[in-house]
């Protein structure tokens, strides 16, 4: 299997748009008058790590399994191929012209679905700087300052002109000398499309400092670094800025999870870092995470990741040996 990937990018009720613009065979196809072709040629022939900072490039040439990885704030475009990503409850498939956003830190379940040798996955992703967009926000005063809170992932439809800029972004790849130049430019014009975006609502609460998404973002990033602690909803809460039962209420809108999930996943992904070090026995990685059971520890790990994690453990180095 051929699998590069820059850096990663990290059921119940779905959100799944119809594959449109998708290669297969029969020449070019078109979206929205602009040719996904060099898209495709432009990720398909890069090698090694992008220079521009924040770009992420992804060529997959198979079907994946389900893995669980964390994602932070980063928009996805499939060029070629197809992706599902998972988060909670809800399951959201993207393919060719569609993108992926995320606003937050998020543990999300994800797998490429559409990959050959013949037809690999490319995809191209940007990180989402808060500060970057609050910056356009003030230039522009295109900011929505209503308290509406919104899921931390969306799919769309890629516009042309988002597209379109995604397109000479990578052209800078084989232009070094343009990138410290061009590369910001065309960044912030990425930006601005996804803010005058169907998804701009979402992205816009990325950069404001009073937005719910931004409250929830300091608890979140709170469970994260404390993640071997006892969670305190009153504590998160007052993080957020929010009586309790306001602060459940939109977290779970962001992350389709409740507190103590979330910091379920970040435990168990954290957990699954440290076996792979072979540096610590199972006890031990449970105990380092937070988790005063071994017992509970490696029945939540099997619910979460399919095997015990001695068993997993041993794949896992066995992948990377």
């Known amino acids: 299997m051929t699998c590069r990937i820059a850096r990663p990018i990290r059921s119940g009720e779905c959100t799944i748009l119809p594959f449109s ?27 090694g790590e ?20 964390l994602t932070g704030p980063v928009v996805a475009l499939v060029a070629q191929g197809a992706k599902c990503a998972v988060l909670g409850d809800r399951t959201y498939e993207y393919g060719a012209g569609q993108y992926l956003a995320v606003s937050v830190d998020l543990p999300v379940t994800g797998n490429f679905t559409r990959a050959s040798p013949a037809e690999p996955f490319l995809g191209v992703g940007l990180e989402l700087s808060p500060a970057a967009i609050a910056d356009l926000l003030l230039e522009t005063e295109s900011g929505d300052r209503r308290g509406v809170t919104h899921p931390g992932i969306t799919v769309s439809h890629a516009p042309a002109e988002l597209l379109d800029a995604f ?46 998404l931004t409250h929830v973002g300091r608890a979140i990033r709170w469970i994260r670094e404390h993640h071997t602690e006892t969670l305190r909803i009153e504590r998160l809460a007052e993080l957020a800025r929010m009586s309790p039962t306001s602060f459940h209420r939109h977290f779970r809108t ?23 070090d072979r540096t610590h026995d199972v006890a031990t990685v449970g105990y380092l995470v937070g988790y005063e059971s071994t017992s509970q520890f490696s029945r939540e790990y099997r619910r979460q990741f399919g095997v015990p994690p001695g068993r997993d453990a041993e794949r896992l180095r066995g992948a990377t040996a």
């Open 50 to 69: 992008p220079p521009i900072d924040g770009l992420l490039l992804s060529v997959v040439d198979r079907v994946t399994a389900p893995t669980p990885l």
């Open 167 to 212: 397109v000479r972004l990578l052209r800078l790849l084989d232009r070094p000398d343009d990138v410290p130049v061009l590369a910001p430019m065309i960044k912030r014009e990425i930006l601005w499309r996804l803010v005058t975006g169907p998804q701009g609502a979402m992205v816009r609460q990325i950069g404001l400092a009073d937005s719910s």
């Open 254 to 276: 962001v992350t389709a999870m409740t507190p103590v999930q979330y910091q379920k996943r970040i435990r168990l992904h954290e957990a699954r870092l440290l076996l792979v």
């Open 21 to 47: 613009a998708c290669a297969h065979g029969g020449g070019a196809r078109r979206l929205d008058g602009v040719s996904l072709d060099e898209l495709r040629t432009l990720i398909g022939s890069w090698r």
